[in-house]
């Protein structure tokens, strides 16, 4: 019921008749009283809009939402974790060689047939 108060609160047109449903296959939501782990929409669901009206009545041309709700679009709403500035190394090490890394080169690699395979 909570989902459906929320919507009410936020359509443009909010007396018009309304419908959410997942797909594929269509499942409508007709259940209001349905929190979203019993209408199965645990762990993760995508929940479709639509107005409960024939596509003649021009109820589906326009926007849904209210103008301060669309507003919010591209917001990002999580805030990034900040990251932790790099020190730079302290002034008591000295500036030696840079420790040698070790590259496999491709010829140094050996091709190995697994036992199954016959050519």
Do not use: C
């Amino acid at each position: 019921q909570k989902v459906f108060d929320l919507l009410s609160k936020v359509l443009t047109r909010p007396e018009l008749p309304y419908y959410l449903y997942t797909t594929p296959p269509k499942k409508q939501i007709k259940d209001a009283s349905q929190n979203f782990f019993a209408a199965g929409f645990v762990p993760g669901a995508v929940v479709y809009f639509s107005y409960d009206l024939p596509k003649e009545d021009g109820a589906h041309s326009g926007a849904f939402l209210q103008e301060d709700v669309m507003s919010l679009e591209g917001l990002d709403l999580v805030p990034e974790p900040t990251k932790e500035p790099i020190q730079p190394p302290s002034a008591g090490v000295t500036a030696g060689r840079p420790p040698v890394v070790q590259e496999r080169k491709a010829a140094e690699k050996k091709v190995i047939k697994p036992k199954w395979l016959k050519m």
